[in-house]
């Protein structure tokens, strides 16, 4: 059983900064992307940002140059660091875990979400 568990959320003000956190456990043998995903009321969940074992990365326009991500590949483990946070950020947040390696098989996983609320 794979689990990620999210950290970090909350309230800040807008042009404040949030870190989130993901850690992935279980009998995981590698991870391919890892990332965070995010979804306001009443729209879509939308891509932010994700990155690949080899460290390649991919962001969301609305967040470019303000968000960046990272990653511990031996421990499993992702970040994002938000800068300059607008109330369009508000949103869950969810971390995602892609071409997750167990056994012969990959598969995906999602954490169970952690909230972001930018607002003065």
């Known amino acids: 059983q794979v689990q990620l568990v999210e950290s970090g959320g909350g309230l800040v003000q807008p042009g404040g900064s949030l870190r989130l956190s993901c850690a992935a456990s279980?009998?995981?043998?590698?991870?391919?992307?890892m990332g965070w995903y995010r979804q306001a009321p009443g729209k879509q969940r939308e891509l932010v940002t994700t990155?690949?074992?080899?460290?390649?990365?991919k962001y969301g326009d609305s967040v470019k140059g303000r968000f960046t991500i990272s990653r511990d590949n031996a421990n499993n483990t992702v970040t994002l660091l938000m800068n300059n946070l607008k109330p369009e950020d508000t949103a869950v947040y969810y971390c995602?875990?892609?071409?997750?390696?167990?056994?012969?098989?990959?598969?995906?996983?999602w954490g169970q979400g952690t909230q972001v609320t930018v607002s003065s």
């Open positions: 990155i690949t074992s080899g460290g390649s990365t």
């Open positions: 995602n875990a892609d071409g997750v390696r167990i056994g012969l098989y990959t598969y995906q996983y």
């Open positions: 279980g009998s995981i043998f590698s991870i391919y992307v």
